[in-house]
């Protein structure tokens, strides 16, 4: 961690920060988690420390993940200065990237567990030596037995204040030092009031505070709120963990190959474009390449939703990320570093978990005057009970004080929107922006382009007829021949047909020679044509009448040979994705800049009602908002160029993850596998989400409502304050933790 000036100087080595940090706009994009985080005022403050510093544009912390990411000009500033005002502001900083990053949450939990044991072996004692005065009768003990009681149940709380309790009081002090409020603040208050009150009753029984002490209820109070904490910690770990599933999937090093032929482990930082790689079974693939040598199955589930395992041998690429299964191959590295796809989608994660939507930026706003609520209302229920009590006034100010404190309201939102997040991650479905999931959730229309989108990029062989004698691998060889000479959509839909046969003949045409337009003309053995039916004149050659329809004819000069009958190779899932977005109530369109005739028939085929074509780009943005004008929540799913002013447009758009660029940019989502129904499945994964971010607020709102008068008339101790607040967060991060699984 890089909470000292030595150490935070090496950060100003530009090789120190690539690893964490990417250029932008003449600008750099850092990432770094923050330590010592608790709330929404830590990460409020975390902001303003970073804001102070001349040259940092910008600043984003999320008090979820304790991710923050800085903007930050290289004339004005350099890392080491920004880490140094985080260090200023009483937390420290450590590089996403940072290889230590693991051992520093293992270290984290394993310090919460330490100090969870200890309240909990002491609260158990504590209870152990209270419990006789809470079911004697009069004169059952003696004064002294009561007195060594008493004594014992101090030394045992001491391990609880000192140790237990120590990371809020030492963020409450340096809270009050920095003249600030955070969630720590009423919480150490309360237990220092506690401990001081009990302390004043063990010395002096007879003073103004009475006999009564409360290390039961103290003791209590730290063991549930330290148990609620750690299971939050926990929590939290698995509903943002599908970040840090990505970043970790990069292994350290990797065998390089020598110019020897001899094979070194390097890091892989070290790794350029070009190199020879040894990849072994059970490693993750370094960088983008292409493979060598070698056959494998790769693991690329995280990367684009594929559950099954991709075969991959030679020629074949791989990317960056996913796992080698089974072999060792040899890999030629072709990009490395940003620009790798994992790169790409790794940024894309951090970028949304660093946002707030709208609902947690409102609970942020509402969490710091809450706070001061808080003080306000602990102090006015501590003067109303002063005069017949002064040590029952103090306690009612702690159970004030304990049972307010929000944590709840500041995790309600940004719980649920990671776990989303990260369970829409697993599926193959990054999202950009967090705020497109509430807007997800409220769409009531959706509009697909078709080529790329609904159908893929290409077409596919529906119908073929030959003439007598022959056959169809025959006919599909001599097409091919002609075809590989053509960058025609229907010639490379012929010669991937023939590709994808068990034992494809492969024949050479010579003399090919394409009219644009018509077809090709080329000889492969004798004289052949292939295209439409005017170039193949097949109308007089005895064609079948039912084949005429076909787009493509293959003959030779004597006689009609062949036809096929293409089509475009509409999404297997199209039609179930088409029909779960009804079944959610969603109304579907399909706007696309193809043929009217081609746009109705992919619609027809997968159940979409209202579809237009010959729809230009601004014809679709035209459309979408007269749709949009009339009160309509809009989606767009599309994957083209002409597609971005859409995108754009929309109240959330999705884009495949071979979309061009543009698309991608304007996209709220980014598909990254080849499945269409993700995005019903998005759809209905979204208005989850924004139910249980509506049950954690209407939770966290009904909890204080209930137990904020019964703290102030006094019924509400302070060992079952301490236990509804516990209870409170961790129900919050647990109702969000459903949202984790399938879908």
Request: with cysteine; glycine share 6%; proline share 4%.
């Amino acid at each position: 961690m890089y909470s000292d000036t030595s150490s935070a100087a090496l950060l100003d080595d530009r090789q120190e920060w690539l690893r964490f940090s990417q250029p932008r706009d003449g600008l750099w994009d850092s990432h770094v988690v923050i330590e010592g985080m608790h709330c929404a005022a830590c990460a409020f403050t975390v902001e303003e420390a970073l804001l102070s510093v001349p040259g940092v544009r910008s600043a984003e912390v999320n008090a979820a993940t304790h991710r923050a990411k800085v903007v930050w000009a290289e004339e004005q500033v350099k890392p080491s200065q920004w880490v140094a005002a985080i260090a200023r502001a009483g937390y420290g900083a450590l590089p996403a990237a940072d290889s230590t990053l693991r051992q520093a949450r293992q270290e984290e939990t394993r310090r919460a567990l330490w100090r969870w044991l200890v309240a909990g072996f002491c609260m158990m004692q504590v209870m152990m030596y209270a419990y006789p005065a809470y079911v004697a009768g009069e004169g059952d003990i003696t004064p002294d037995m009561v007195y060594l009681l008493r004594w014992a149940s101090w030394v045992l709380t001491l391990p609880v204040v000192f140790f237990s309790c120590g990371p809020f009081f030492s963020n409450a002090l340096r809270d009050i030092r920095l003249r600030r409020i955070s969630m720590d603040l009423p919480v150490a208050l309360g237990m220092a009031i506690t401990f001081m009150l009990s302390s004043a009753a063990t010395f002096e029984p007879s003073g103004m505070f009475g006999g009564e002490v409360y290390y039961d209820s103290l003791t209590m109070f730290v063991f549930f709120l330290l148990t609620g904490r750690w299971l939050e910690l926990r929590v939290r770990d698995r509903t943002a963990g599908a970040l840090e599933a990505l970043m970790n999937r990069l292994p350290d090093s990797v065998e390089r190959q020598q110019q020897d032929g001899s094979f070194e482990r390097v890091a892989v930082r070290r790794l350029l474009p070009g190199d020879v790689i040894r990849v072994l079974p059970a490693e993750s693939f370094p960088a983008d390449g292409v493979i060598l040598e070698g056959q494998t199955l790769a693991d690329e589930a995280l990367l684009t939703g594929e559950s099954r395992p991709q075969s991959r041998t030679v020629g074949d690429t791989v990317v960056a990320g996913s796992h080698n299964l089974v072999s060792v191959v040899l890999v030629r590295v072709e990009q490395v570093g940003e620009g790798t796809q994992f790169s790409h989608i790794v940024s894309l994660m951090e970028n949304a978990s660093l946002q707030k939507p709208r609902l947690a930026q409102l609970a942020d706003r509402v969490a710091k005057p809450f706070l001061m609520g808080v003080l306000v209302m602990a102090a006015l229920a501590a003067a109303w009970w002063w005069p017949s009590n002064p040590s029952h006034a103090l306690m009612v100010a702690v159970a004030v004080l304990v049972v307010t404190c929000p944590c709840a309201l500041s995790l309600a939102t940004p719980a649920a929107m990671l776990a989303a997040a990260g369970n829409l991650a697993r599926h193959g479905v990054l999202v950009r922006n967090l705020q497109a999931l509430e807007s997800l959730a409220e769409i009531d229309t959706l509009i697909f382009d078709k080529t790329g989108t609904l159908t893929r990029d290409g077409q596919r062989i529906t119908q073929v007829w030959t003439a007598e004698g022959v056959t169809r691998e025959h006919a599909l060889s001599l097409a091919a021949a002609l075809a590989a000479h053509s960058l025609h959509p229907l010639s490379r839909a012929l010669v991937a047909a023939h590709e994808s046969l068990a034992s494809p003949s492969v024949l050479v045409a010579d003399g090919v020679h394409e009219v644009i337009g018509q077809g090709l003309e080329g000889v492969v053995n004798h004289p052949l044509r292939l295209g439409s039916a005017a170039f193949c004149s097949v109308k007089t050659k005895g064609i079948p009448e039912h084949a005429l329809v076909c787009q493509v004819h293959l003959c030779s000069e004597e006689a009609w040979l062949a036809s096929w009958q293409l089509s475009e190779d509409v999404r297997a899932d199209a039609a179930q994705t088409v029909q779960a977005l009804k079944d959610l109530g969603v109304d579907v369109w399909l706007l696309s800049g193809d043929r009217a005739e081609s746009v109705q028939q992919v619609a027809e085929q997968v159940g979409i009602e209202h579809a237009l074509g010959m729809c230009a780009p601004q014809d679709k943005l035209s459309r979408m908002q007269a749709a949009q004008a009339q009160g309509a929540r809009v989606a767009m799913v599309g994957d083209g160029l002409n597609d971005g002013p859409v995108l754009a447009g929309a109240h959330v758009s999705m884009a495949f993850g071979n979309a061009v660029p543009l698309a991608q940019s304007k996209s709220d989502l980014v598909l990254m596998g080849e499945h269409l129904l993700v995005v019903a499945q998005s759809v209905q994964l979204a208005r989850h989400t924004l139910r249980v971010v509506r049950q954690n607020l209407a939770w966290a709102a009904v909890y204080n409502a209930l137990c904020v008068p019964l703290a102030v008339a006094g019924w509400l101790p302070a060992w079952l304050a301490g236990l509804g607040m516990a209870l409170s967060s961790l129900w919050v991060v647990l109702n969000a933790l459903r949202l984790t699984r399938g879908f």
